[in-house]
């Protein structure tokens, strides 16, 4: 059983991890997002209170 043999483990993590740091995550990073995010004032309104016609 394969999996139960401890000695490939850390270099499969380490192999992962630099897949992972080296291609993709600069791959990822270059994209833009469709709908860039706007500025826009912040209202801040006022709930109106309910209107409890039994009380």
Do not use: E, G
């Not at 833009?32 to 309910?50: D, Y």
């Amino acid at each position: 059983m394969p999996q139960l043999n401890p000695a490939p483990w850390f270099s499969i993590m380490v192999m992962t991890w630099l897949t992972l740091a080296l291609l993709i995550q600069p791959k990822l990073l270059t994209f833009t997002t469709t709908n860039p995010p706007s500025k826009k004032p912040s209202l801040i309104t006022k709930p109106t209170p309910w209107a409890w016609p039994w009380t």
